[in-house]
């Protein structure tokens, strides 16, 4: 049974039907390379069933989710951030989320990353 959106970007990036840079994949979770990345390292991770934002996410999705956050470190251990990384997920229009599918954005690299966000005075 397909568990993914015939419109969503990153459906069809797991389809194979649109390149992406693999990173990881696996029955379950697909990782690539972000297009425009923002860190020496930045790659994200998405389920391969199609959620839209974490509002949708329900206990039945815990396993693929919990996996993500698992594989984060190793994946980025292996492309370059040994000392440390940073993980996000953004969800709906106040969190700034571009694609409507769950994605954890994992960005490091040799130097420290800027501040999360910046602080109002």
Same mark, same amino acid.
Request: hydrophobic share 40%; charged share 25%.
């Given at each position: 049974? *397909?568990?993914t959106d015939?419109?969503?970007? =990153?459906c069809?990036?797991? %389809?194979? !039907?649109i /390149?992406? *840079?693999?990173?990881f994949e696996d029955a *379950?979770? +697909?990782?690539f390379? *972000?297009? %425009?990345p +923002?860190?020496p390292?930045? =790659?994200?991770?998405v389920?391969k069933k199609?959620?839209a934002? +974490?509002?949708e996410?329900?206990m039945?999705d815990?396993?693929?989710l919990? %996996?993500? &956050?698992a &594989?984060?470190?190793? +994946?980025?251990?292996?492309q370059?951030a #040994?000392d #440390? =990384?940073?993980t996000?997920?953004n969800?709906?229009?106040v #969190?700034?989320q !571009?694609v409507?599918?769950?994605?954890?954005?994992? &960005? #490091?690299? /040799?130097?420290p &990353?800027?501040?999360?966000?910046?602080?109002?005075?």
């Amino acid at each position: 049974m *397909d568990t993914t959106d015939p419109n969503c970007i =990153f459906c069809k990036i797991v %389809r194979g !039907e649109i /390149p992406g *840079d693999k990173v990881f994949e696996d029955a *379950d979770v +697909l990782a690539f390379r *972000d297009i %425009r990345p +923002l860190a020496p390292v930045h =790659f994200m991770l998405v389920p391969k069933k199609h959620i839209a934002t +974490l509002y949708e996410a329900t206990m039945d999705d815990a396993p693929v989710l919990g %996996r993500m &956050l698992a &594989l984060a470190g190793k +994946l980025a251990k292996e492309q370059g951030a #040994g000392d #440390g =990384f940073r993980t996000i997920v953004n969800t709906g229009r106040v #969190g700034r989320q !571009e694609v409507q599918h769950v994605h954890i954005h994992v &960005l #490091g690299g /040799p130097e420290p &990353l800027g501040p999360m966000l910046p602080r109002k005075q």
